[in-house]
T-cell receptor
Framework: GENVEQHPSTLSVQEGDSAVIKCTYS??????FPWYKQELGKRPQLIID?????GEKKDQRIAVTLNKTAKHFSLHITETQPEDSAVYFC??????????FGKGTMLLVSP | DAGITQSPRHKVTETGTPVTLRCHQT?????MYWYRQDPGHGLRLIHY???????DKGEVSDGYSVSRSKTEDFLLTLESATSSQTSVYFC????????????FGEGSRLTVL
């Protein structure tokens, strides 16, 4: 089955800096790559997703890039703010299969 | 939010006792999922359902069973709870296809002593 590796497990940045979280996947047939944000004590929520027919997608301060050849995708957050502090999960799936999640990255943004 | 409620939200039980967690949704979503979340392991799929009485196993299904007798309800049962099943359990739903956004419930924290 699919295997998703996520790095780093913890990321500390200063407010205003950029943050990058990287994921690799094993199944070259995977074609859907969402990112979820989970604030402390809350439920995970989708923040952005990308499908394999595009290489990059942006939504205000967040962007996701996909490199199908290398089988990796990344989340980029610019101008980080304290409210960006959370655990971020990447995931991958193909066709109608279920999502496989990475183990998560705890992002800490210091004022 | 997709109108997903989990019950109970917190439960402490003893090893060997049966436990049932309930997920209720009001969005008429076809797909429903049970995940467990543990430090260092992320979100792991236990079981999922793609319709009433249609269920399948996920990657960590041992020791768990599920039932879905109505579209809106998905039950997760631990027949004989073990300490390794101490975790936070999340229910999630997806619409008429499972190729898009998952909507998560608030989670149920289970402690098995």
């Amino acid at each position: 089955g699919e295997n998703v590796e996520q790095h780093p497990s913890t990321l500390s940045v200063q407010e205003g800096d950029s943050a990058v979280i990287k994921c690799t996947y094993s199944d070259s047939a995977s074609n859907y790559f969402p990112w979820y944000k989970q604030e402390l004590g809350k439920r995970p929520q989708l923040i952005i997703d990308i499908r394999s027919n595009v290489g990059e997608k942006k939504d205000q301060r967040i962007a996701v890039t996909l490199n199908k050849t290398a089988k990796h995708f990344s989340l980029h957050i610019t101008e980080t703010q304290p409210e960006d502090s959370a655990v971020y999960f990447c995931a991958a799936s193909k066709g109608y299969s279920t999502l496989t999640f990475g183990k998560g990255t705890m992002l800490l943004v210091s004022p | 939010d997709a109108g997903i409620t989990q019950s109970p939200r917190h439960k402490v039980t003893e090893t060997g006792t049966p436990v049932t967690l309930r997920c209720h949704q009001t969005e008429n979503h076809r797909y429903m999922y049970w995940y467990r979340q543990d430090p260092g392991h992320g979100l792991r799929l236990i079981h999922y359902s793609y319709g009433v009485k249609d269920t399948d196993k996920g990657e960590v299904s041992d020791g768990y069973s599920v039932s879905r007798s109505k579209t809106e309800d998905f039950l997760l049962t631990l027949e004989s709870a073990t300490s390794s099943q101490t975790s936070v359990y999340f229910c999630a739903t997806a619409g008429q296809t499972n190729t898009g956004e998952l909507f998560f419930g608030e989670g149920s924290r289970l402690t098995v002593l």
